[in-house]
């Protein structure tokens, strides 16, 4: 199993997260196979749906997600217009929604996103992470301080103080890491 994670607060996000450890020469890459645009995308809650995906819609998937990965780390200065178009090509098409039932307290009904095909999802992924901009610019993705973690997020947070992608991974190995140097045991935080 992909074991990906889903702490981005966006799903483009999360997207992005796929790649993981960025950090290092060797990256590791969980879309591997088309199938695997399904699997995250019903992790993700889009689902479900059985994608039509072959080769080229991996490639166009991983294509958007190094997109949207250089516009929220790129370097200072402007973004590239190759990573600008390759989303607004995306967001271009209207992203549908549908009705589906829900539990009495979310009032029976709410809608989701219409991702039945990868381009569709693409949209959808387009259309969030320009919302996203919109509302906290860029510079509120960060990348996660742990050395050898490298995913990103938003951080929504007063004063904007998150750290880590998350306390129980790296905020814990940071943690372990802290009372290691000073040669006492750390108590693990579950
Ligand atoms: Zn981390």
């Known amino acids: 199993m992909e074991n990906w994670l889903f702490i981005g607060g966006f799903a483009s996000l999360d997207l992005v997260n796929t790649k993981r450890d960025r950090w290092s020469a060797t990256p590791r890459e969980t879309l591997t ?20 995906a072959g080769d080229r819609e991996l490639e166009e998937v991983r294509q958007f997600r190094e997109a949207l990965y250089a516009l929220v780390m790129s370097p200072k200065g402007p ?7 390759l989303i607004n090509q995306h967001a271009c098409s209207l992203p549908g929604a549908l009705l589906q039932k829900a539990p009495r307290e ?18 959808v992924l387009a259309h969030e992470f320009i919302w996203m901009v919109g509302e906290y610019g860029t510079g509120k993705v ?6 050898r973690c490298g995913l990103v997020f938003v951080d929504a947070s007063r004063g904007m103080k998150r ?28």
């Open 142 to 147: 960060k990348e996660c301080e742990h050395e």
């Open 163 to 190: 750290r880590w992608c998350s306390m129980r991974r790296c905020g814990n190995r940071a943690k372990v890491q802290r009372h290691a140097q000073k040669g006492q045991p750390a108590q693990i935080q579950e």
């Open 33 to 52: 196979t088309p199938a695997s645009i399904t699997r995250w995308a019903d992790a993700q809650g889009f689902g479900p749906h059985a994608f039509c």
């Open 106 to 123: 979310q009032g029976g009904v709410v809608t989701r996103p219409a991702v039945g095909s990868v381009s569709n999802l693409l949209t």
């Open 79 to 85: 973004a590239r217009s190759v990573d600008i178009d």
